[in-house]
T-cell receptor
């Protein structure tokens, strides 16, 4: 069985400071992992994805995430937060075959303070 | 590439009426389409998975007679909320997956309000 845990429901950072959104997963085999961002009343936008290639994944808007198998983690980071980063972030795990269903984390709301 | 559209983006209807939401993959053939429901300040909840030409597979607890899903072609899936009630008010999001890879491409969502 697969599952994903986002360790923080809310994160607040000041503009210009680093962002860390934590995600741990459980999977019986090598999964695909994704981070999505959702702005209010909008659909989901893909930030980055891990699909068994390089463990350090770079995404859009300066975000990156590192796949750490030993820690079963896929934390999302950004060196310097911007006001426009304020949104809901979802970590997702998906099997590499079969139904390809997404297992969503509960989400982390990022607040960026001026 | 990999654009998914939804129509309408929002809809208001009276209790007891039916509402149809369309999900289209604009530039690729969608082998599988997924329908999600999202309550305010919550994560996405998968309602059903559909493959072109096949009956949809519903998640546990989702009423298949209430939420009718049709995946008639490789670029179109529809979700019909039958006899809608206020508790069906929600944000409905579809996604589509192509023939290869695990990534799903999401539509912009449809806000349904039932009065």
């Amino acid at each position: 069985a697969q599952s994903v845990t986002q360790l923080d429901s809310h994160v607040s950072v000041s503009e210009g400071t680093p962002v860390l959104l934590r995600c741990n997963y459980s999977s019986s085999y090598s999964p695909s992992l994704f981070w999505y961002v959702q702005h209010p009343n909008k659909g989901l936008q893909l930030l980055l994805k891990y699909t068994s290639a390089a463990t350090l994944v770079k995404g859009i808007n300066g975000f990156e995430a590192e796949f750490k198998k030993s820690e079963t983690s896929f934390h999302l980071t950004k060196p310097s937060a911007h006001m426009s980063d304020a949104a809901e972030y979802f970590c997702v795990v998906s099997p590499a075959s079969g139904t390809y269903k997404y297992i969503f984390g509960t989400g982390t709301r990022l607040k960026v303070l001026a | 590439g990999a654009v998914v559209s939804q129509h309408p983006s929002w809809v208001i209807c009276k209790s007891g009426t039916s509402v149809k939401i369309e999900c289209r993959s604009l530039d690729f053939q969608a082998t599988t389409m997924f329908w999600y429901r999202q309550f305010p300040k919550q994560s996405l909840m998968l309602m059903a998975t559909s493959n072109e030409g096949s009956k949809a597979t519903y998640e546990q607890g989702v009423e298949k007679d209430k939420f009718l899903i049709n995946h008639a072609s490789l670029t179109l899936s529809t979700l019909t909320v039958t006899s809608a009630h206020p508790e069906d008010s929600s944000f409905y999001i579809c996604s589509a997956r192509g023939a290869s890879g695990t990534e799903q491409f999401f539509g912009p969502g449809t806000r349904l309000t039932v009065l």
